[in-house]
């Protein structure tokens, strides 16, 4: 089963920030933060990671609470190609065993 | 560097039939692993091959057999198809490094299978 939970579906209008939570309370301490998105019929895409601190690229942003309990992936400008599914994983750094949930499922609007 | 291919793209099958599946890496990429997704079930793990060794394993019935290749490349196996593997069947390559660094993996547009 997935370790963490996600809205089901969010909508953010075109050219603004998309923030994006994920509760992961039962996180452990050796286990990164992963965000990966799906858009439609395409695999799965890598965008982030992080284990403790805040992680930018040219991408997104990863903004992990002090206690590691949640996160938040913002997308700082959103465009209409974001529009997809959205996963939040927690793993160890050597897994190759991702465990997904149900994801959220962004709407970006023109 | 090209992508993480998968070939075939489409197939269609009958129940009881069996079918493979391949999956070529990203050219230095050791670790391969297969995904099933369903509307239903989501993504789920089937299995991850390091160096032609089966590394990792998910929660599927024996029908589903995978082995990789000394060039890395992985194919994936079921047999007996039943109605329930209608699926998309992802595969994902990444350097399959140990422990102490994050190994993204990069995933393949997938096969959509459908069994009949």
């Known amino acids: 089963d997935a370790k963490t939970t996600q809205p089901p579906s969010m909508d953010c209008a075109e050219g603004r920030a998309a923030n994006l939570p994920c509760n992961h309370s039962t996180i452990s301490g050796n286990e990164y933060v992963y965000w990966y998105r799906q858009i439609h019929s395409q695999g799965p895409q890598y965008i982030i990671h992080g284990l403790k601190n805040n992680e930018t690229n040219e991408m997104a942003s990863l903004i992990i609470t002090e206690d590691r309990k949640s996160s938040t992936l913002i997308l700082p400008h959103a465009t209409l190609r974001d529009t997809a599914v959205y996963y939040c994983i927690t793993e160890k750094d050597s897994s190759y065993k991702l465990i997904f949930g149900s994801g959220t499922r962004l709407l970006v609007r023109p | 560097k090209a992508g993480v291919t998968q070939t075939p793209r489409y197939l269609i099958k009958t129940r009881g039939q069996q079918v493979t599946l391949s999956c070529s890496p990203i050219?230095?990429?050791?670790?391969v692993s297969w995904y099933q997704q369903t509307p239903g079930q989501g993504l789920q793990f089937l299995f991850e091959?390091?160096?032609?060794?089966?590394?990792n394993k998910g929660n599927f019935p024996g029908r589903f057999s995978g082995r990789q290749f000394s060039n890395s490349r992985s194919e994936m196996n079921v047999s007996t198809l039943e109605l329930g593997d209608s699926a998309l069947y992802l595969c994902?390559?990444?350097?399959?490094?140990?422990?102490?660094?994050?190994?993204?993996?990069?995933f393949g547009p997938g096969t959509r299978l459908t069994v009949l």
């Open positions: 994902a390559s990444s350097e399959g490094l140990a422990g102490g660094k994050v190994d993204e993996q990069f």
């Open positions: 091959y390091f160096s032609e060794t089966q590394r």
């Open positions: 050219s230095g990429h050791r670790s």
